[in-house]
């Protein structure tokens, strides 16, 4: 016991004598560093809880109500509760893991100041270069998809704002838009980004509600969710990506000065999150009902007003872990020079620029990347590797940190361990996969790759010439969802 403790004394003096450290050189010493450092430098534990509550939800928020006209509305709302929970639960597991191979390296003496340790290097630390492959495959195509899911979300917003430009044209601006984060160091320098986007997606959380309360239910309103099987877990999977955003929890918290204060961080915002999701969805589902099946984006069914156009997330997020992985891949993580590291990311932005043009299908691409990805990359992967890492008595003994006695301490950590995996292996990739890609394969063979613009309005009626009313569209954009 008393080697035990000691050894605990040896791990709290290593972490916390390095960030204590880190903070006194971070201390500002005049008015511009005092700017700086309230703009530009966070590793507070506010800090990753806005990075944390506004990069859990973002864009997903618009297509919550969509996936509410699939499931119905008790589904919708059980199914946020439940997927909200697992994703704290994973969230909490990835932090011990990091807590455990960070620990171990720097009882090794290594320095950590100029690199960000990542999800695939935890893994690799502590399970081996296999473990290692596979996090890295899911992780960066994830995170390549999410920020894809992102550029085409904003595209999708900014046209409800102003029609003049379609969604394609849309995307290319935006694609421009989205090369700037490459100036953004790490996640250690979101601050101000990170707090901006908490304040646009809790209006446009409370902007939905509010306006969808105001307009009431629309004539002949119909709520007959769910219908089909299809549409049932095509719903509950872009539910599961909407909480599975964690796939930057590594990166959020080597930002922070003291990461071991991360584990609570996600719950509470996630909870904050449901505070978001759960009015907004069900207001919408409850004015405009059947509608959503075939209006992804809730804005496109609300009023065009100026409280409206005001309401637009911000993005970026994304980007960063996977500029973080390029780096490492061409060797220049840890230069100093931030326009060189500026200009060895733009390579990374044009796959996410070129595959949001081909794959513009807002709505049904969150549930595709979340049935195959976000399964793998924030549920099953983490789950896994912590029971692999304790796997081993002497492992479980000299854990920094040991399971809480509300979970059941190791027992009931494993328990839930497997309960997770073999439900979203179940549920969330298998049924969830089979519905999502049918509707994805629906979406590609109805509209076509490159669409310009997807379930935009159809063109007014020319009125010119006797075959005027053969100008309708082949395929009415709002009715093909399945």
Known sequence: MASASASDKVVETVIVGNYVEMETEGEPKGIKSKVSNLFWHGGSVYDAWFSCASNQVAQVLLTLPY?????????GILFQLFYGLMGSWTAYLISILYVEYRTRKEREKADFRNHVIQWFEVLDGLLGKHWRNVGLAFNCTFLM??????????????????DNLDKRTWTYIFGACCATT??????????????????MTTYTAWYLTIASLLHGQVEGVRHSGPTKLVLYFTGATNILYT?????VTVEIMHAMWK??????????????????????AAAVYWAFGDMLLNHSNAFSLL????FRDMAFITFGFACTPLYFVWEKAIGMHECKSLCKRAAARLPVVVPIWFLAIIFPFFGPINSTVGSLLVSFTVYIIPALAHIFTFRSATARENAVEQ???????WVGTYTINVFLIVWVLIVGFGFGGWASMTNFIHQIDTFGLFTKCYQCPPPPPSHHGVNATAAAPLHHPFNHTL
Do not use: D, E
Request: net charge positive; proline share 8%; charged share 5%.
């Open 243 to 247: 909480f599975g955003g964690h796939a």
């Open 259 to 280: 990461p071991q204060k991360f584990k609570a961080i996600y719950l509470i915002a996630t909870l904050y999150v449901l505070t978001l999701t759960l009015p907004s």
């Open 145 to 162: 998809f999410g920020s894809v899911i992102q550029l085409i979300a904003c595209a999708s917003n900014i046209y409800y704002i102003n």
């Open 182 to 199: 490459v100036f953004i160091p790490s996640f250690h320098n979101y601050r101000i980004w990170s707090f901006l986007g908490l304040i």
């Open 303 to 306: 009023p065009r007003t100026p």
């Open 67 to 75: 996936s509410f006209s699939q499931l119905g509305m008790l589904s």
């Open 403 to 409: 399971p809480p006695k509300y979970f059941g301490r």
